[in-house]
């Protein structure tokens, strides 16, 4: 189906940055685009500390024929700003869309959203592939032209699956991975050798209900909200950096099943949301936290 | 797909009472239901004035063979409570769901949310037919395999172009008719025709932005949240029973496209809602408004 | 200040009940409040499961002069009605309203908000007695014209400070107690002596962020929305039946202090929810949960 | 009473502008600040489109001294930056708070909730003077300390009246004024002759239900929530920008009175963030909308 209306944002270019917080660092990147004939359409920045803090900004801007001199314009930048103000940082161009490779299992619901979401063109990525352990999913996916990849891990093949999805997610150039409630853990190993970020979707408002059955735990302890947490993977399981969270009341009439079924809206639209932060480079780890602009 | 776990209701039967308030009612009708051996699960009541107000029920009971002796249950009703206490009532069973008819134009988000809660198990109802006045949702309607037709709609057509609408939702044995973003406006001689309720989901917090385009005038008023209303449909545009409603907070970052796109979220929860809310009897209209349990 | 209008609850009682779900419990509570000429205005009922499962009720009526009447309706209803489905249940007239003491320490954001409200007309309560273990909020208490007892309380005099306050707390014939932000643990012994029902404000989503400084914690887990429960006391800490709760969004822009700032508002609305729900007998305690009508 | 955790800002200046986008603002303020040694702490710009639009900015900044070169700093700015760009702008100090008239009639809970707020030191802001039409909430303003003064309105001295107040609220070196549930409208020639910020805050989600007794309207029209929005005062009623706007649910069980009272939470909580963004000047208005920084 093609939109009468496109909310595509128009082609455009997001700086990200992260460096030690010292005066002049706003003044040397704005007249640096400023120099380069860039118009900055949107800025945000964020100091933990004005005196010896971390200092985080992203900007976009509009520059055109930048697909062309992009390794001029690096080489620039990094001359001029970037090395003398000790910074990381990163260039990225809309019209170069992110790949995202999304594992699954035979939950549909994160699965589909952000399927629907990216064919209307809500997510500026491309999905080159869809890796599952269970067969459920493969029809819906074919509806969309994706290729999905069958991976079945049991306790006794997880390294050897581990390392076929691995081929596979490079293959495909992944530039990230969406956990979309796949309900594998991923070892150490796989997140170290894969070394790029992987987001999921967790189904309590973490720190709490860590761990299996969130919404069995929620229903035991007789809270009277229940929530999902999109977070970017780390070894230790449920404990990443923070993206996105919500959630929603409930009530004594709830089962360990209603709420289940509740929260699979939260925890789609919770997804989607740290996905399209993702996606648009408005999220910058530091430690164990976000900035999310 | 199947899912593994299932949080259809078991089977039930529901009781939706209308009449005018008067002692007596709760104790009459929980008689009636304990002597006839049915078990109350839910129950609740509602009355606008305790004396000369009136006065709502809906009871949801397991009566095991309820399939089998509708007709006598019924009429012992009738006569041992209902006609006594001049009742307007319903019975309904959940293993008889209603039948739903979807009118849906180009928007896809609220016609697939409402197809994909209803191959989850959300939504207790039957689909027989989708009619739209454009090609676009085809492939999706076929692809959760419904009958999917178009009648083109103009304003030379449009009598005979409702005529024909009208001939086949009644061919379906509809029991309602979802608008999912129809973008037509249904005219008061199809309504009495129809005779049923239909639903309907306006993209804004009704009453605010009656009429087309509610999110451009949203954006020129410079509100900071926008919303949806799902509403039964009469004659009076975008004036009939409100059912639901949402909104979500925005700034003044949004032009009327992200609107737009951000509306889509809060439009098909809220039709959802609506939605299950009707499908399970929970809606009982008052003149201009609905009591939902 | 005497406000214009007024949103006092009319005079009505309230019959709480708890049993075994078994069938007929309904019948039999409307049929006598019926024979006793009593006109029900809200009834809300809950069941666990319908076989085997816990029963529980709220029934609001009006019954002109049952204050007079209320000795002869309680034998009535016990042996008509309680005992032979082996109740737990309760009679409450709004016209007696239950008497509150607050806790509190220096912190007034919880404590003048139900003050306030109280004095609007919004609890209806008495509060016959304030007490902290700090003077800050003397004058505040004098302004509404409540009764403040300061008794300070260290490591060494705790029992008999605790002694003390249940001494003033049976004289000013406490129903029960809230902890408006009281910064000391109350003993089990406390508790156990009290008897009755006290109701704390945490400041976290519980079961997230247990114990002391929980707005510290959630700056350190970098978590996108706090919030606040507020629970029923039991000797185990934090870990008492829920009441209400509620959340804000929060961005990385925050530290501990601004998060404490914005928490005050969660907590003192969900401390108020809470309050005013045990106030009307719409908190039913089942084992470590709620049911809240 | 003296709090022990302060969340007051530390002391800063803010810089405000308004002008055409072009290229090159953000380098221009920005090194014009870092020439004068500030230290950017918080920037936020918007765009109302890139070319051809309106640029708004807000930076927040730590400058030691500013307090005694202020002039100079001012005449620099003007020449080197604000003249060249054709700039509006403000500079504000922390250290000087704005002077807040308030304006309040016999509803307590919008008034007392800025009173405590500013106690607390949420609101960086003095406030020399409170008018009333009434003696209703004389006490609750001498407990806080603050001059209350009486002016009584009807249709026949309301001249004399807005005379009245508007030489005391001069003499009172009012920045602006906050209607806190004032129920006079104040005339054209009041607003133009105050010639500053005034700030409503009205009892339901603009544009719906403008004018007298929006509770009793949003009953009638049976909607499923009820808001509050605050928003300058223009001589059109309840049609100045729109500065914050919140909503809660409800449902069919609340009358008027009731949605009055529940909507009392909505009305503090959204005047309180509108005062606090006033002043800390992160509202920039641009013809009938705003921008939030």
């Not at 947490?229 to 070894?235: C, I, L, P, Q």
């Not at 230790?236 to 009530?251: C, K, R, S």
């Amino acid at each position: 189906m093609t939109l009468p209306v496109s909310d595509a944002t128009p082609p455009s270019a997001t700086l990200t940055i992260t460096c030690a917080d010292q005066p002049g660092i706003v003044a040397a990147v704005s007249q640096f685009l400023r120099n380069h004939g860039a118009n900055i359409i949107h800025s945000d920045q964020h100091s933990t500390d004005p005196s010896g803090g971390t200092f985080f900004m992203r900007m976009e801007f509009y520059l055109p024929g930048l697909d062309h001199t992009r390794d001029a314009f690096t080489r620039a930048f990094t001359q001029v700003v970037a090395e003398p103000l000790s910074m990381d940082w990163q260039l990225n161009l809309s019209s170069q869309p992110k790949k995202m490779v999304v594992l699954v299992s035979r939950y549909d619901h994160c699965f589909l959203d952000l399927l629907w979401r990216k064919r209307r063109g809500e997510l500026n990525v491309e999905i080159p592939l869809i890796l599952s352990n269970h067969e459920d999913l493969r029809r819906d996916a074919e509806m969309f032209g994706i290729p999905f990849h069958v991976i079945p891990v049991s306790k006794d093949n997880k390294p050897e699956a581990e390392a076929e999805q691995l081929r596979l997610m490079r293959e495909a150039g992944a530039d990230f991975a969406v956990l979309a409630r796949y309900m594998q853990v991923l070892s150490g190993d796989f997140l170290r050798e894969f070394g790029r970020p992987v987001i999921n979707i967790h189904h309590s408002f973490l720190p709490a209900f860590v761990g299996a059955n969130p919404y069995r735990a929620a229903f035991n302890r007789g809270v009277k909200l229940i929530g999902a947490t999109s977070h970017y993977v780390t070894e230790e399981l449920d404990a990443g950096p923070i993206i996105a969270q919500d959630v929603l009341h409930v009530t004594h009439r709830e089962t360990p099943e209603t709420l289940m079924r509740l929260g699979r809206d939260v925890e789609r639209q919770v997804l989607a949301r740290a996905v399209k932060a993702h996606a648009e480079d408005r999220v910058l780890v530091h430690g164990n936290k976000t900035v999310v602009f």
